[in-house]
């Protein structure tokens, strides 16, 4: 079971957008995809055509008293998502210190006893917490996404996450980036993005994503892009990332 | 509900409720707009809509809707040849035609992409050439087994050939040997069956590839041609009639002209040598210090700008790669241009020695351990030094290494004929097989650019030679003549800009003519020290190949002197002739077309040959007496031709000789009724002479109408992805398909995205790990074709849009594919249908009355061709 960890190395790169696109283009190439949103923020479920004002999530459930799977949603074209939820300040923190426990994730994905070919996409925040270092651990590769400027550089190499990732083999070794939103006017981006290429070497997927404005209309359409436009140059550049996802997974699983 | 109602209670008769259903039926406009733009275009007539509709009706009444909107694709497909747009009464014709065709004679026929005729010639002539093997088909085989063990214990590369023979017993067995079956004199009989022997020896060998039959192939070319020479010198000269001695004489003179180039070019590509890249050393400190000059007299900035640019993007250490532009011309604005992009500027307060004073006055303030020279023109790509230099480190004695000169747009030929990547060119024989073929030989000489030269044996020849107008031959002359080695690696590393004009070819040519005439004379190959005997043949057939101009006209004419003055320039029967003669030029074509493979098409050579033929005649034999006259002139390059127009001074000369041949068949035509009988077959073969040669100045015709070219600058194909950003920040995906200095032509997807007239975006074009961005401004929108001027661009992006397009190392590597293998009987025939137009455009000069006649008939010949049914792609619909 892929079951991918897509985390921002800071915050506001692009992390759900990545996570929600990824999701669609997999599900056009016929794989059964699950996308479940670890980020407190919950703009995940945005990408989905969900209620602006709906506040359920498997969070929000569990702080209900309801079993947290019984959040999950089934968009029209078919991809499943589970929601975060909109908790309040007191409910998150006791969300975090006192239910989720330790491997919780990892066995809540067991019991669900999901058939081998699903794909399981955890939106994860880009902050440490339990959920996000049990997302980190429970999934078989983790996608870092930054955006191709110097903030991002730094933390890339000085950041409690990063220092939390590359102080663990087991962590950095299935740990691959992704450049995103990389503007195509800008020479320093351009630059830069060459300067990534050198730090990261064979760890960097060998597909960047373009800064392009209908992946923001898309989003404003409460749409994926592949849906809001078909033909865009950032459609085709996230379906190349979700066919080299396939190709690794095939790849390691043979 | 409502509907059915309505009918139930309806009283109308049966039309009327058919008529009814079709008018509530909805669909029925709308499927009349998609069928008719599905089978119409904006432009139709009137008539053509009224058709289409007609056509919907029965379509309505007869199939099912799925099946309805399949019928404008059918109708197209197989029935290509109507124009639905614009139909006329004709068309039902071709319609009936085409269905009767389509329905009695076409079964399944796959796809064809020539003219049914050569088709059909090909496939009668596979079944015979395959009813010709099927008996020698165990032998054929045998005989490759061996040539292939052959060939792989005797390959020769650049590291095991010996380039001179020395074992004298061997050649003097050969020599012995040769004499006898050439000189020993035969029957009538005897000869036909020996020459039949030694053809199916040649049919047997030519589809075996290897250098056995190669050789084989040359051995019997050889013998039969030597032997024809032998008779005409010992049997067919009359000296008792002073106009046969006379015509006699001056043919033999040809003829012997011939059968030495025949026999040099033999010897010179009898083993051409595929020299591969070295590699270089890991440590780039050990990598030379290379020098680029780039000389210049008069040509545009636009034009010297690119090639700075892509010598700039040349990899190589920067250290030791310093780029000059020599320029002659002494103008501000390129001085100004170097000092922007940091290159060297060098000038000189006199114009001596033209191109190669400028490049020793510049040897003499720069000190790179080599030199490198383009022409201006001549576009190197980012790998030229790192594919070239290996092979200096690797041998010590190598002086000059050059590589093929490559044009991306067509020369004349290429144009005015419409051959451009379809035809090997002129240049493509030279570079493909007798540089490579020199080089087994230590013969490859230097082509003045797109070449690497060793400063010290340079300076130590007294730099690059001024005696003469082809400075380049002469200078690897003297470079050999000091014992150096030269190389020849023939991977395409430049590119340039053909010639344009038709008149300023021939002024090229007539330079090089000129220039190797002088070398000839002034410092003649066979003579003077430090050649081996090889190097002396291969300079000696490269100097003599420019002589060829007299022995051409010599050819031309050759037939009149029996048809208009009954001379028996050959004294000797008719029969005779054909018996020598005929296997000595099929034995020549079969050995050609082996050897030169796809870099030349038989025939074809006749035509380039025949075109210059006029023009180097007089110079070489002018350089021939007096080698100190004439001055080197520039070629002109980049030039418009705005309008088609016919060359009329250039081709005077020939029209001259057609003249003439016409009226040589005039008088043959007169021999054949009021002569005598046993002349009937001499008369023939002239007759058949005459008119291959009329054929072959045709030929020349067709090349002196020079055909319009639409651009300035030529547009050179590409497939590449790129990004194109609107203003708005959307991206799109689109192909490049072709780019020139000025702009790109594009294809995208027009359904998804809308990009107006003068739109400006940004083209992201990906090169390796980066991407280079460009402004671009659309300019015409047609369908998915866009095409995108560049808007103003600085400095640093004209040179990193170089880097994109021209200095990319893979630029020109898929060149040569576009050539087919040498099919000899199809290029004769499209020989034909080139000399035929020929005659076309000169009928189109007629005054009125005499053409009109002529016109009637190509316009009715092609108007009943447009009624014949026509063969379709098999396709399934």
């Known amino acids: ?254 | 509900m409502r509907d059915s109602i309505y009918f139930n209670e309806s009283n109308d008769s049966y039309v009327e409720q058919v008529v009814n259903s079709i008018l509530v039926n909805s669909n029925l406009i709308e499927n009349w707009l998609s069928f008719k733009n599905d089978i119409l275009s904006d432009k139709s007539t009137r008539i053509s809509t009224f058709i289409a509709s007609l056509i919907y009706l029965i379509t309505f009444l007869l199939l099912t809707e799925e099946n309805r909107l399949r019928v404008p694709y059918i109708l197209k497909h197989y029935y290509p040849h109507i124009n639905f747009d614009t139909v006329n009464g004709w068309d039902i014709l071709r319609f009936f035609l085409q269905s009767i065709w389509l329905i009695t004679v076409r079964t399944s026929i796959v796809k064809k992409t020539i003219d049914d005729n050569i088709a059909l010639t090909v496939r009668i002539l596979a079944f015979i050439k395959a009813a010709l093997y099927s008996p020698f088909k165990k032998t054929t085989h045998f005989i490759r087994l061996k040539t292939d063990q052959f060939d792989k214990s005797h390959s020769i590369n650049e590291d095991n050939y010996q380039n001179d023979f020395h074992p004298f017993a061997y050649v003097l067995l050969i020599i012995f040997i040769a004499s006898i079956s050439v000189t020993i004199p035969f029957t009538i009989y005897a000869q036909a069956i020996f020459s039949f022997l030694l053809w199916i020896v040649a049919v047997l060998a030519y589809p075996i590839v290897g250098q056995i039959s190669r050789l084989v192939l040359i051995t019997l070319s050889l013998t039969i041609s030597s032997r024809y020479l032998w008779w005409r010198y010992s049997e067919t000269i009359n000296i008792d009639s002073s106009i046969d001695t006379f015509f006699g004489i001056v043919l033999i003179f040809a003829e012997t002209y011939t059968w030495i180039i025949l026999f040099l070019g033999f010897f010179q590509s009898v083993w051409p040598l595929e020299r591969k890249p070295k590699t270089l050393p890991e440590n780039t400190n050990q990598w030379p210090s290379v020098d680029i000059f780039i000389p210049t007299y008069n040509e545009a900035l636009d034009i010297v700008k690119i090639t700075t640019l892509a010598a700039i993007n040349i990899d190589w250490p920067k250290e030791k790669l310093h780029i000059y532009i020599l320029d002659d011309g002494n103008r501000p604005q390129f001085k100004e241009f170097c000092e922007q992009v940091n290159v060297g500027y060098l000038t000189r307060s006199d114009n001596i020695g033209a191109k190669a004073g400028n490049i020793n006055q510049a040897l003499t303030v720069t000190n790179g351990e080599y030199v490198t020279i383009f022409d201006c023109d001549h576009i190197p790509v980012r790998s030229f030094l790192q594919v070239t230099m290996g092979s200096f480190l690797a041998e010590k004695k190598l002086a000059l290494l050059q590589t093929p000169h490559h044009f991306y747009s067509p020369d004349p030929f290429e144009r005015n004929l419409n051959t451009f990547k379809k035809t090997p060119n002129e240049n493509s024989l030279f570079y493909g097989v007798v540089q490579a073929g020199n080089d087994l030989w230590n013969a490859a000489f230097f082509c003045g650019s797109c070449a690497v030269l060793k400063r010290a044996p340079l300076l130590e020849v007294g730099g690059i030679a001024v005696e003469t107008v082809t400075e380049d031959a002469h200078t690897a002359l003297n470079l050999h003549r000091k014992g150096y080695h030269s190389a020849y690696l023939n991977i395409i590393q430049a590119s340039g800009h053909a010639t344009e004009s038709l008149s300023a070819h021939i002024g090229q040519r007539i330079r090089w003519a000129r220039g190797m005439a002088q070398v000839f004379r002034i410092d003649n190959p066979l003579l003077g020290p430090g050649l081996s005997l090889s190097q002396r043949l291969c300079y000696l057939n490269a100097m003599l190949h420019f002589f060829g101009g007299v022995p051409r006209l010599i050819f031309l004419l050759a037939p009149l002197g029996f048809l208009v003055f009954h001379s028996f320039s050959i004294y000797a029967s008719g029969i005779e002739i054909l018996l020598y003669a005929l296997p000595a030029i099929i034995h020549s074509s079969i050995t050609s077309a082996y050897m030169q493979g796809r870099y030349r098409h038989s025939f074809w050579a006749e035509i380039y040959e025949t075109v210059l033929a006029w023009y180097i005649a007089y110079p070489t034999t002018v350089a021939l007496f007096n080698p100190k006259i004439g001055s080197f002139n520039v070629t002109a390059k980049g030039g418009l031709i705005k309008d088609s127009f016919f060359d009329l001074t250039i081709s005077k000369p020939y029209l001259f000789l057609i003249g003439l041949n016409l009226v040589g068949i005039g008088f043959a035509i007169f021999r054949y009724i009021y002569g005598p009988t046993h002349e009937d077959l001499t008369v023939s073969i002239n007759l058949v002479w005459t008119l291959y040669n009329l054929i072959v100045l045709g030929g020349a015709i067709s090349v002196a109408q020079e055909s319009r070219q639409v651009r300035s600058e030529h547009r050179i194909e590409i497939n590449t992805e790129v990004l194109l950003r609107k203003e708005s920040g959307h991206l799109l995906t689109a192909l490049m398909i072709d780019f020139s200095n000025s702009g790109l032509g594009l294809k995208f997807d027009s359904t998804a995205f809308t990009i107006l007239k003068n739109e400006k975006l940004h083209v992201i074009i990906p090169r390796g790990d980066r991407e280079f961005i460009f402004p671009i401004r659309a300019i015409n929108i047609n369908n998915n074709s866009l095409s995108v001027v560049f808007d103003n661009l600085n400095l640093n992006q004209q040179l990193e849009l170089v880097k994109c397009t021209y200095s990319r190392s893979d630029a020109w590597c898929s060149w040569d594919n576009y050539y087919n293998i040498d099919k000899p009987l199809s290029s004769l025939i499209s020989i034909l249908a080139v000399g035929f137009h020929g005659y076309v455009i000169l009928a189109k000069k007629l005054p009125k009355p005499i053409l009109k006649p002529f016109l009637i008939a190509l316009h009715s010949k092609s108007f009943i061709q447009s009624l014949l049914p026509v063969n379709i792609v098999s396709h399934q619909y």
């Open chain 1, 1 to 254: 079971m892929p079951i991918l960890c897509v985390q921002g190395i800071q915050g506001s790169v692009g992390n759900s957008t990545v996570v929600a696109n990824v999701a669609r283009l997999l599900q056009e190439l016929n794989q059964d995809v699950l996308v479940f949103d670890l980020n407190p923020n919950n703009l995940l479920r945005l990408h989905f055509n969900m209620d602006w004002q709906n506040p359920v999530g498997w969070a929000s459930h569990i702080t209900h008293k309801k079993p947290w799977y019984q959040a999950a949603f089934k968009c029209e074209q078919g991809v499943q998502f589970i929601p975060f939820g909109t908790l309040d300040y007191t409910e998150y923190e006791h969300l975090i210190h006192e239910v989720i426990y330790e491997n919780w994730l990892s066995q809540q994905l067991e019991n669900l006893n999901f058939p081998a070919s699903k794909w399981i996409i955890l939106n994860t925040s880009n902050e440490l917490n339990t959920l996000s270092v049990q997302a980190l651990n429970a999934c078989n590769m983790i996608i870092r996404v930054c955006t191709p400027d110097l903030s991002c550089l730094s933390q890339l190499v000085n950041s409690i996450q990063s220092n939390y990732i590359n102080s663990r083999p087991e962590l950095s070794d299935k740990a691959f980036f992704l450049i995103n939103k990389l503007s195509a006017v800008s020479q320093l981006e351009n630059d830069l993005s060459l300067v990534f290429k050198n730090l990261m070497q064979k760890k960097l997927i060998p597909v960047n994503v373009h800064d392009d404005e209908n992946i923001k209309e898309a989003f404003a359409f409460k749409s994926t892009v592949s849906l809001y436009a078909s033909k865009s140059a950032a459609t085709k550049e996230l379906r190349s990332l979700a066919i080299w996802l396939l190709t690794q997974f095939n790849v390691q699983s043979s």
